[in-house]
């Protein structure tokens, strides 16, 4: 294809998301909408996360309410901080980063999480609703929610199209896949242990790679003219960088991008929209008991 893909921009389409979020904040009449963040441990990623999703708060006129705990704590004081926050009224979305310490339970974590709060949409209850047929879960998880806004805001038409998803993690990989199936997809999921993966992901007119491999998919796995959203946030060393690193995708830009008629970055891509739907998956819940307020 001449000229390459089209460039699906992440941080622009997320920013036009905040403004819209901010300007439903503001239009609400008697709630301030407050996401709590809850982190366990120090690892730098998380807590830039963190920090990230706290920001993103402030610029859309949302509370922020932070709850830090050592990697020491045991699976009892993160199931009180829990507690609290679900008790807390001025609380309307619980967020508890992941990854989470080896020796804590994260499905008992994530299930005490109020149904009404789970703006992360880990909640089993969340997730099986997603899973099944005329079911409507109250949240959707953030990263999948991200991915398909991105297509949706591009103009890509999803029903029809043949789409193979790299990776089954509970995060991105099998929600992504019920979302797309809700959206009349025809998906295949795929992984590292899937035979002739090339050859799979060669069907594709929509690839989601989201296997955590850096530059995994090459620029001969994919179909001319295919749609490819890139999950992957992989670091690789850079000795021009002052970090000593750059951050790649689970896709080989360079490559696909001559391939494809529309790709995202990495960074820039999907991560941005990530935070972006976490904050109107938390003002939705906030909206939601306006509505009940109000009633
Ligand atoms: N409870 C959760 N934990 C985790 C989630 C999640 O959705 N819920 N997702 C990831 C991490 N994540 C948010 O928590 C996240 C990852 C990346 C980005 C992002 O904006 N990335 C930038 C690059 C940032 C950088 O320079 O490091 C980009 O891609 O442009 C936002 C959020 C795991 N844990
Ligand atoms: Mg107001």
């Known amino acids: 294809m001449s000229g390459g893909a089209k460039l699906i921009d992440g941080k622009a389409i997320a920013a036009e998301i905040r403004t819209e979020i901010k300007h439903d904040v503001e239009s609400m009449k008697r709630i301030v909408p407050g996401l709590a963040t809850v982190l366990v441990g120090e690892r730098t990623d998380s807590s830039t996360y963190v920090r990230m999703k706290i920001k993103a708060c402030k610029e859309c006129s949302m509370n922020s309410i932070h709850r830090s705990l050592p990697d020491t704590a045991s699976e009892e004081e993160v199931l009180q901080a829990v507690e609290e926050l679900n008790r807390d009224e001025s609380v309307h979305g619980i967020l508890v980063q992941l990854p989470l310490p080896s020796h804590i339970n994260e499905e008992r974590i994530l299930s005490s999480v109020s149904i009404e709060k789970d703006v992360d949409g880990f909640h089993v209850v969340n997730i099986g609703k ?90 001969d796995w994919v179909k001319p003219g295919c749609i490819i959203i890139d999950v992957g946030i992989n670091s690789k060393p850079d000795s021009s960088k002052k970090s000593g690193y750059r951050l790649v995708g689970d896709v080989d830009f360079e490559e696909c991008r001559k391939i494809a008629s529309m790709i995202t970055p990495v960074p820039g891509g999907v991560g941005p929209m990530t935070i972006a739907m976490l904050l109107r998956n938390c003002v939705d819940a906030a909206m939601r008991k306006e509505r009940e307020v109000n009633e």
């Open 130 to 219: 997603l899973a099944m047929k005329g079911r409507t879960p109250l949240f959707v998880p953030c990263t999948p929610r991200g991915c398909v806004e991105l297509l949706k805001r591009s103009g890509v038409q999803i029903a029809g199209k043949e789409v193979v998803v790299i990776g089954r993690s509970n995060i991105v990989g099998l929600p992504v896949s019920m979302l797309l199936i809700h959206e009349n997809a025809t998906v295949t999921i795929a992984h590292s242990r899937t035979a002739d993966l090339p050859g799979v992901v060669r069907r594709a007119d929509i690839v989601i790679a989201a296997v955590g491999r850096s530059e995994m998919v090459k620029g």
